[in-house]
């Protein structure tokens, strides 16, 4: 039976473009369209200038498919004629590896099919399989989906990209839809798509915590941070130092739970025990270990990194928590030690002057035995991890240099002495965008801060775009690994967990887009809120 026009030709349809494809299930369902729904017409409905057949034509035909709308959109698709594919009765989902029998089993679940592990793959069914090369240089990231004779087929070089096919055929097939028929071949432009919750200044359970997890595997983002510690609190037990751990905090084994679930789904968790600075939780149970000024007056959440039982501390918690979160990489922070804000550092604080000086030379300044302190923490958590800390912990000048291998986390130009992005990526630096005009999600908007909108990152914001709202030059993206969506909790009742999942629930998915292609966006905002909806319905 036909319906429409058919389309002439064969090509590559990338992410956007329209080619209309519809065919008939043996039952007389609608079939191979995968599209949003915006504007189309329901497949299988017949209009006044396309009157239905008297009986059904011995052979099908079908239009040309049309790129499949799922969110973050897929980089190329590659159309074919035929009936697509959806779950039904009797369906499997059938593996190559064994070493996929985990992204197997939750697809089954999530698509109502069974597993069936390693056997042949028939009609009806989802094949998953390792196969080298066939990302097109996309790295273990990538993948291809092939719909055929009524069968799907997701290879990929990693079980990474394996999983991240399931979730562009879980979206494709949401809401009763059908994947097209063709083949996808898809690939991040940036190897880190994050999303950070400060849950120090604002305790959120494991349970909600487990949810974004779910929502970010979805999304294909493979980084979830958790900044959990900071002046106000400490929020993962301890062995080494319980006295520090706040009333309200995750136990070891809900950790657990949480790292496993994001393995699960590809994603790494990067924990953050931010110092110099923020340490208030571990001053409040050791005071002695507060910076004072020349004038004997403490300074707000800053350790004295002349004492080393600073040190010790940090320390013995970095090696205690290595275990605990076995991902490659940690956060070490490192941002606003505040007496590197006064306009005399040495002069304020003489006895961090003198220990620079001790230690580095008779020229290091107390901005030195910050650097220093930062390479120390990097040495500790072990040189097997990525690294990262915030851009204000690195400085102009001295004689003592940040490590090499710590990456630069760019979150702002408003801190005193913050320096332009291009100097760090001169310098041949990884940055990481945490752009807080665009990326920063503050609870209560304290100093100038604005709940950002999904439309306005999707619009306007690009990995480029790594300060303020001006692009540094496309020569660069190559030192751009990726960004970070980030929630602060600064007026931590300013919301409740729930208000924060409603609230970041766009802006995470327009970021997750402008991570995954670097290209524009071929679909307006108002359609992508729509689409967006639409993908996260059950399949059937």
């Known amino acids: 039976m036909i319906r429409g026009r058919l389309a002439v030709g064969t090509g590559i349809v990338a992410a956007g473009a329209v080619a209309l494809a519809v065919g008939f299930w043996p039952d007389g369902s609608g079939g191979g369209g995968g599209g949003s729904g915006d504007g189309g017409r329901t ?6 200038s396309e009157p239905a057949p008297r009986s059904p034509s011995p052979t099908k035909s079908y239009a040309l498919s049309e790129a499949p709308a799922t969110v973050p ?12 594919w959806r779950p039904g009765e009797g369906g499997r989902v059938v ?44 790295g273990a990231e990538s993948y291809t989906l092939t719909v055929k004779d009524r069968t799907v087929r997701i290879a990929a070089p990693a079980a990474a990209g394996v999983f991240y096919g399931t979730r562009t055929l879980k979206q494709e097939v949401a809401g009763g839809r059908t994947a097209p028929e063709g083949v996808v071949r898809d690939r991040p432009a940036k190897p880190r798509r994050g999303f950070m919750v400060d849950i120090a200044r604002k305790h959120f359970s494991a349970g909600w915590i487990e949810d974004r997890i779910r929502e970010l595997g979805d999304l294909k983002y493979n980084e979830l941070g958790l900044h959990f510690s900071d ?34 789904r590809h994603i790494t968790v990067v924990p953050e025990i931010d110092s110099p600075g923020h340490l208030g939780a571990v001053i409040a149970a050791h005071p002695d270990l507060q910076l004072r000024d020349s004038r004997g007056v403490a300074t707000r959440g800053a350790v004295d990194i002349a004492k080393p039982k600073a040190a010790e501390i940090v320390d013995d918690l970095l090696r205690e928590y290595d ?13 606003e030690y505040q007496a590197l804000t006064r306009s005399d550092p040495e002069a304020s604080y003489p006895q961090l002057a003198a220990a620079a000086r001790d ?64 100097e760090y990526l001169r310098e041949g630096r990884d940055v990481l965008n945490y752009n807080d005009e665009y990326l920063y999600y503050v609870l209560g908007q304290p100093n100038d801060f ?18 303020g709202t001006r692009p540094v030059p496309a020569s660069y993206d190559g030192r751009i ?11 931590a009742g300013a919301q409740t967990q729930e208000q924060v999942a409603r609230g970041v629930r766009m802006p995470l998915r327009a970021t997750a887009q402008k991570l995954w292609d670097e290209r524009g966006p071929t679909r307006p905002w108002d359609a992508f809120v729509r689409l967006a909806g639409e993908v996260e319905r059950p399949a059937r």
């Open 43 to 48: 497949p299988g409905t017949a209009t006044a």
């Open 73 to 84: 959109a897929v980089r190329e698709h590659t159309p074919a004629r035929g009936p697509g």
């Open 95 to 138: 593996v190559g590896d064994r070493a996929l029998a985990d992204e197997a089993r939750l697809l089954a679940g999530e698509l109502r099919l069974r597993y069936a592990g390693e056997a042949k793959p028939r009609a009806g069914d989802v094949r998953l399989e390792l196969s080298g090369g066939e990302g097109r240089g996309g």
């Open 231 to 264: 002046d106000q609190a400490f929020r993962i037990a301890s062995d080494s130092h319980p006295e520090v751990v706040s009333a309200d905090h995750l136990s070891k084994a809900q950790v657990r739970r949480i790292v496993d679930l994001a393995a699960e």
């Open 323 to 335: 275990e605990l979160f076995p991902g490659a990489r940690w956060h070490l922070g490192a941002d």
């Open 359 to 422: 230690r580095l030379g008779p020229d290091a300044r107390v901005q030195d035995l910050a650097t220093a302190w930062l390479n120390d923490r990097a040495k500790a958590v072990g040189p097997g991890r990525e690294v990262r800390a915030w851009n204000d912990g690195f400085f102009r000048g001295g004689v003592t240099k940040a490590d090499d291998r710590i990456e630069v986390a760019y979150w702002t130009g408003k801190e005193i002495g913050a320096r332009e992005p291009v």
């Open 450 to 467: 604005r709940y950002p909108t999904g439309q306005r990152i999707y619009e306007q914001w690009t990995p480029l775009v790594l300060r």
């Open 481 to 491: 690994l990726g960004g970070t969506f980030a929630v602060w909790c600064d007026l």
